[in-house]
């Protein structure tokens, strides 16, 4: 048996979006504002069409507005960048996301440029990622976000915590560091080609793993007590050729020497989206005038 606890992302998320949905009720109610999330889709990725239908869903269920926009994959992107100036524009739109990944046409760099910084729901806008790294506030992408919020469920403080954050992606790893340093944490960014990687992760007391490699981190890697977030998902094919989902961590052997774990799933991708809303709806608080 496990000896972690294991955290429980679907309960966490499912509270989060309750608190969201309460927030948006009130706006309403004060203001007469129903927050609007605007979401993008260029092309057929059938993962994305997953992703995008599950936002769409527990966004109406929150009470708020959903805007979605499917192009087919040929859009050239001038279009692209039409239709979000177009959403920059309208005042019923709070916040905007445009789905990754897009065609190889289409400069994601460009279009992340070209969503209004007060709009972007997803935190990638480089003031807002200016922003967080300065500690001057702004939107936190919802991956990082939402990984805090499940760490502090295990741990109500993480101050003085040695961290290591294993990936240097722009939407999981940097922002992560940067949200762990704005909690007094020590923080170290590994990665791939980082020297003695598992002696690295081993000093940690929250390892929080975005490698994008199956079952990467090892059960001998973590620290006794440490708190293990996976942000991880992937699918694997056993030796009995069945598939199964799995994270970045051999979950059963951190389980074992973690005092908390997240599973994969049910871990870290339900908070995505839940803080998914959480940003939207400040973005409407803000609108109104009400700050975040």
């Not at 939107?139 to 295990?154: D, E, H, N, R």
């Not at 909690?183 to 000093?203: K, Q």
């Amino acid at each position: 048996m496990p000896g972690a606890a294991i955290i429980d992302g679907k309960g966490i998320a499912a509270a989060l979006r309750r608190e969201v949905a309460a927030g948006v009720e009130k706006l309403k109610a004060e203001r007469g504002i129903t927050p609007g999330l605007a979401v993008v889709l260029v092309g057929e990725d059938p993962a994305s069409q997953v992703y995008v239908r599950g936002k769409g869903k527990v966004t109406s269920e929150a009470g708020m507005l959903w805007f979605e926009h499917r192009l087919p994959a040929a859009t050239p992107e001038a279009e692209l960048l039409g239709l979000i100036a177009d959403l920059n524009r309208r005042a019923d739109v709070h916040g905007i996301l445009v789905q990754l990944p897009l065609p190889k046409q289409i400069d994601p760099t460009r279009v992340i440029e070209a969503i209004d910084p007060a709009k972007d729901a997803d935190g990638f806008h480089p003031i807002n990622v200016g922003r967080l790294a300065t500690g001057a506030g702004g939107v936190a992408p919802c991956t990082p976000a939402g990984c805090l919020i499940l760490a502090k469920s295990a741990r109500e403080s993480v101050e003085g915590l040695e961290a290591v954050v294993i990936g240097r992606s722009n939407i999981v790893g940097k922002p992560m560091a940067q949200l762990l340093l704005a909690e007094h944490c020590t923080v170290t960014i590994a990665h791939s080609r980082t020297r003695n990687l598992p002696e690295t992760v081993r000093r940690a007391d929250l390892v929080v793993a975005a490698t994008g490699r199956a079952e990467m981190v090892r059960g001998s890697w973590i620290k006794p007590g440490a708190i293990v977030i996976d942000v991880g998902i992937q699918r694997m094919v056993g030796p009995d050729g069945r598939s199964r989902l799995v994270g970045d961590v051999a979950f059963a052997e951190a389980a074992e020497v973690a005092s908390a774990i997240t599973p994969v799933p049910g871990g870290v991708g339900p908070m995505t989206v839940a803080c998914l809303l959480r940003n939207a709806l400040a973005a409407a608080r803000a609108a109104a005038g009400q700050g975040a």
